[in-house]
């Protein structure tokens, strides 16, 4: 140790200080487990903004939250994205700095994953507000954790925080229960939390936090286009420069209010595959043969119906025309077309005449493709008897409405319900039963039945993308030989082969519609399966010509990038869904979902993975779906094959900050290093080699002398501190250790040093 | 009356030869112990570390109790942690190059690099140096604006003066900076130029 003995002494003493001073800390908020003080600060404000003439003009606001010390912010899609509502290219961060006042820009933030139809989106932050950039290493903000959206209950009470308004407001903490899920075929049940809390539309990319201080669900709302004249929107700049602000100036949108919350589980792939730089790019050359058609066409709902219950394929069991007392799921079934990632939809729900908002979902953006069949429901959560009336907007315009009556006792009227497909064996027996069938001349259909009559009046109509390719014979009847209640085959043929692509099945009682569902046929017959995918594999390249020659490879060394991925395919229609997922150590960071647009059968169909600093170590798997079923895997490892530890990734533990006195004069003293050794060093250890590797962090005290060591300490560790300042005896101290006797709660802790002059 | 003071002063008395040499003695120890104590300070305030990276093929001495950071973009970087304000550092650097740059396309490049990561970069001046072991090399002063990274703190931006040292050799260019706040530059510079004269690469 390189200390004078002088100060020396004074170390001794100021160790007993540092401890005392650090066991009996101030908490600077109250004891709960929600951090208020750490999620005001990592609440921010994105505002998008873009030139006009020689000033930056607003275009867009929302709230944000800050994930990850390096500058991750989780946020709506819908306002960070460039588009037609958010014309702006530029995204200002602003920061709460003093709890109750508005925030402050300092940052500017480039989208880094998004996802518009989940409506959410990662920002990166990367310059100063002055345009300067910034070294992401060097940036140590406070951040929030995500917390298990899926362990949310009815009735939770959570807290929501976001900016209420434009930027002219502090934060705001809105305080309320879980009042239901909405179920989508995006996310299952949980596609969306509802809410009670009171949410202004601009707190729309903010958080929701669980009783610990957990994300668990981002409220969010997409704005309809912007209408001065529908109040949907503010002009607060004269971005015309005409001298006045009206309503030919850029109007800001701010939403209505807000009752959805997006599950924090969607957020985890988007923030796995952030934090990992990873970017995924396909198809490359050479293997599509069709483009994607984005519809330009009115986007509409149509075919509106209600069943009880949705099996794993996202197809309703059944279709009901009422509902008995005491039902507590229910789902509403419509198909649609020519939609996009920024349609905005809306169902509005009316009890006895009465706008019902539990089981309403507010103006959200559409997360499915462009046509198909899809839903919106809910379940868990009982619905009261009464006449209900579903309305769905697009765009902010009413569309198809349904009725329905929830009440009285179970309809026993005849029924069709679970329809599965599959192939018929030797025996007559439905195998393979599923909603993806290999491509062949027939595909059969397997449905239950109730309370049927015999004689009376059935149907089932076959469709294959949209058009009708075969139905039952008119004036078909119930057979008496069926019984009234079982299980009934059907199937479709075709002598020349049915074609690969979507495939729909009807089934009518009496001319109702009484049971629907969609599958695929896709890929070659396998037994009973279908196989549509297969050699997928591994290698590395410099260029895609070289990728298709090079031979596959599936251990990587340290830093590969980019890494190629191919595989073969067979008899895919066009516009046939397909997902493709990326993991890495079992944890997905990329999953989506897409119409196939290439050639029906090929080989090499060739993606790229890849990371400016090289694929970090770890085990990579691609996975190949089509609707819920996988049909190829493969994966590879990258050096050792396993992910790095990052020893920041918790925001857990105390943040320790405090001020830095003259101990003659009292005043702050600027510019004093205060630096946190790792538990593994000693004061000792440190001085004599002054080595950065040694250091857990670094702060400096600002012209106030306040300092905030940007680590959070962990309890049972043993610290040790150092504060150093020219012409001043450096204060020094060991085994600085934080126990639940001195410092009960997760409140920051705040401590006073003086420095005495040399 | 007339009155006459008369003062009758105690007869000069001449030193002995001891006293006398008590007397100088006392001067050459006082001189002797300024001397020392000067040295002592100038062997403290100049004591060194040595650093030494094979892989990159670099020696070099460095301040003693400046803190030594290689986690960086740098080959290393020393800072004076105890320096109120901005603390000051040194740093080397190493780029590649091939036989066709010269020293001018290196500064061109940093320049330019500077200037779109930081908007308040500013060229100071540029000319030719030879470096003590005869090295040509190219000097470079800039400046530019620093300020703690730490949103929530209320931290003055401080002026940085900083000087590069470019020298091009054995396919790979060398750059020893020196970054000290513009107010201290000329009294720290002295560190920099022993730093500068002892570096081996």
New interface residues.
């Given amino acids: 140790m390189m200390l004078t003995s002088k100060a020396r002494l004074f170390a001794t003493s100021w160790l007993m200080l540092v401890v005392l001073l650090i066991t009996s800390g101030v908490p600077a908020a109250a004891q709960t487990s929600l951090d208020v003080e750490r999620i005001q600060r990592a609440t921010v404000l994105v505002m998008q903004t873009r030139i006009i003439g020689s000033s930056p003009i607003i275009t867009c606001v929302g709230s944000g939250t800050i994930v990850s010390r390096d500058g991750l912010i989780l946020t709506n899609a819908h306002h960070s994205l460039s588009g037609a509502n958010c014309s702006g290219d530029t995204l200002i961060i602003s920061l709460n700095i003093r709890p109750g006042e508005p925030p402050v820009a300092r940052y500017q933030a480039e989208v880094v994953q998004a996802n518009p139809g989940l409506d959410l989106a990662l920002l990166r932050i990367t310059r100063q507000v002055d345009g300067r950039l910034i070294d992401r290493a060097s940036l140590a903000l406070p951040f929030v954790e995500i917390g298990d959206s899926a362990g949310v209950g009815l009735d939770d009470t959570i807290t929501v925080v976001g900016y209420p308004g434009i930027g002219n407001d502090p934060i705001v903490f809105e305080r309320g229960t879980i009042s239901g899920f909405a179920a989508e075929p995006s996310g299952g049940d949980r596609s969306w939390i509802k809410t009670s809390a009171s949410i202004t539309g601009t707190m729309s990319g903010g958080g929701a936090y669980n009783q610990n201080g957990l994300l668990i669900g981002i409220p969010t709302t997409a704005p309809l286009t912007p209408n001065p004249a529908t109040g949907n929107c503010i002009s607060v700049q004269d971005s015309n420069a005409d001298g006045l602000i009206n309503t030919n100036d850029v109007c800001i949108p701010t939403g209505g209010f807000i009752n959805l919350l997006r599950p924090s589980a969607f957020v985890r792939p988007l923030l796995q595959a952030a934090q990992l730089d990873i970017s995924i790019s396909f198809p490359l050359e050479r293997v599509i043969s069709t483009t994607a058609t984005i519809p330009t066409a009115r986007p509409h709902f149509r075919y509106l119906g209600f069943s009880p219950s949705v099996n794993p394929a996202g197809m309703p069991t059944t279709i009901i025309r009422s509902l008995p007392t005491g039902s507590n799921s229910l789902y509403l079934f419509f198909d649609y077309e020519n939609m996009t990632p920024e349609t905005v939809y809306e169902l509005r729900v009316n009890t006895n005449g009465i706008p019902n908002p539990n089981f309403s979902v507010s103006p959200v953006r559409w997360s499915g493709g462009s046509r198909g069949l899809w839903y919106v429901g809910s379940s868990g959560q009982p619905f009261p008897n009464g006449n209900y009336e579903f309305t769905l907007f697009i765009d902010g315009i009413a569309g198809d409405s349904a009725r329905l009556v929830i009440g009285g006792g179970p309809d026993e009227g005849a029924a069709f319900s679970d329809i599965v497909f599959g192939l018929l064996d030797s025996a007559g027996n439905v195998t393979g039963t599923g909603f993806v069938l290999p491509t062949g001349n027939t595909a059969s259909a397997r449905f239950l039945y109730r309370n049927m009559t015999p004689g009376g009046s059935w149907a089932a109509i076959w469709y294959y993308e949209g058009q009708e390719v075969q139905r039952t014979d008119d004036g078909t009847v119930w057979a008496e030989s069926d019984g009234a209640s079982g299980t009934k085959t059907i199937s479709i043929q075709s002598v020349n082969g049915l074609l690969p692509g979507s495939y729909r099945l009807e089934l009518y009682i009496e001319g109702r519609l009484a049971a629907v569902s969609d599958f695929t046929l896709a890929g070659g017959q396998d037994g009973s399966f279908a196989r549509i995918f297969n050699n997928t594999h591994f290698t590395t390249a410099s260029t895609v010509q070289e990728a298709l020659s090079a031979a596959p490879i599936s251990s990587f060394s340290a830093g590969t990038s980019p890494i190629f991925a191919m595989f073969n395919w067979q008899l895919i229609g066009p516009g046939t869904l397909w997902r493709i997922e990326w993991s890495v150590d079992n944890q997905l960071f990329f999953s989506q979902t897409q119409p196939w647009s290439g050639a029906p059968t090929g080989s090499n169909f060739l993606m790229q993975i890849a990371s400016p600093a090289g694929l970090p170590d770890g085990t990579y798997r691609l996975d190949l779906f089509v609707g819920q079923i996988q049909f190829d895997t493969a994966q590879f490892r990258v050096g050792i094959g396993q992910l790095p530890i990052d020893r920041f990734a918790s925001a857990e533990g105390i943040a320790l900050r405090g001020q830095v006195l003259n101990s003659v004069s009292r005043d702050g003293i600027q510019g004093v290093s205060v630096m946190l050794i790792s538990e593994d060093y000693s004061v000792a250890d440190f001085t004599r080699d002054w080595n950065q590797a040694q250091l857990i962090a670094t702060a400096t005290t600002d012209r106030n002398g306040r300092f905030e060591v940007n680590v959070p300490l962990q309890r049972g560790a043993l610290y040790s501190i150092v504060l150093l300042a020219e012409g001043f005896l450096p204060i020094t101290a060991d085994g600085v250790e934080i126990t639940d006797e001195n410092h009960p709660d997760n409140s920051p802790i705040d401590i006073t040093l003086e420095l005495t002059p040399e | 009356m007339s009155t006459t003071i008369i003062e009758v002063g105690e007869a000069p008395v001449e030193l002995t030869l001891r006293q006398k040499w008590s007397h100088y003695f006392v001067i050459i120890y006082a001189i002797l112990a300024i001397i020392i104590g000067v040295n002592l300070r100038d062997s403290a305030v100049f004591a060194t570390?040595p650093y030494s990276n094979p892989q990159v093929g670099i020696t070099a001495f460095y301040p003693?109790?400046?803190?030594?950071?290689?986690?960086?973009d740098y080959v290393f970087r020393v800072r004076d942690?105890?320096?109120?304000?901005?603390?000051t550092a040194m740093q080397v650097n190493i780029i590649p190059v091939n036989s066709d740059m010269t020293t001018r396309n290196i500064l061109e490049t940093l320049i330019l690099n500077r200037s779109?990561?930081?908007?308040?970069f500013r060229v100071l001046s540029q000319e030719p140096i030879q470096l003590a072991d005869n090295t040509e090399a190219t000097r470079m002063t800039s400046t530019f604006v620093a300020s703690?990274?730490?949103?929530?703190?209320?931290?003055?931006p401080t002026v940085v003066e900083r000087m590069d040292v470019i020298a091009v050799q054995g396919g790979q260019a060398i750059i020893i900076s020196f970054l000290s706040d513009a107010l201290t530059f000329e009294q720290n510079y002295p560190k920099f130029e022993q730093f500068l004269n002892d570096v081996d690469f």
């Fill in positions: 570390v003693h109790r400046w803190m030594i950071d290689s986690s960086g942690m105890a320096q109120t304000g901005f603390k779109q990561t930081d908007s308040t703690n990274e730490d949103p929530f703190l209320e931290s003055i």
